[in-house]
Nanobody
C-alpha cells in the first residue's frame, strides 16, 4: 500500500522551475517528525535534498540551497519542493520520506525530473 504519493515531475529546460508535491494520509502526516525529499540517479546512492520538521524548521543540501524550497500544508497533508534555477545535474527521481519516531520510514515511489541543457 502506497503511503506517500509524489507528483509534479517532468521535463524542463535548464534555468526553469518545477514544484513537486508529496501527499500522504492525515494519520501519517500528523505523526511524522520529519518530512523530507531525496533524489536518486540509477546506479548512484540516494541523496538528501531537503527536510522540514513539525515546527517548520528546514534543512537543505548544499547543492540545492538558495535554489530549492521545502514547505508543508497541514490542511492538505502535503509537502512541496519548489525547485528553481534547475540544472541538468538535478535530473533524478525525487522521492519523499516520512520519518516517525519508533517506526520505519515511509517512502513514496518517486517522480522523475529531467532537466535538459
Amino acid at each position: 500500500q502506497v503511503q506517500l504519493v509524489e507528483s509534479g515531475g517532468g521535463l524542463v529546460q535548464a534555468g526553469g522551475s518545477l514544484r513537486l508535491s508529496c501527499a500522504t494520509s492525515r494519520s501519517i502526516f500528523s505523526r511524522t517528525n520529519v518530512l523530507g525529499w531525496y533524489r536518486q540517479v540509477p546506479g548512484q546512492q540516494r541523496e538528501f535534498i531537503a527536510a522540514i520538521v513539525k515546527g517548520a524548521a528546514t534543512k537543505y543540501a548544499d547543492s540545492v540551497k538558495d535554489r530549492f524550497s521545502i514547505s508543508r500544508d497541514s490542511n492538505k497533508n502535503t509537502i512541496y519542493l519548489q525547485m528553481n534555477s534547475l540544472r541538468p545535474e538535478d535530473t533524478a527521481d525525487y522521492l519523499c520520506d516520512a520519518a516517525i519516531l519508533g517506526e520505519a520510514d515511509y517512502w513514496g515511489q518517486g517522480t522523475q525530473v529531467i532537466v535538459s541543457s
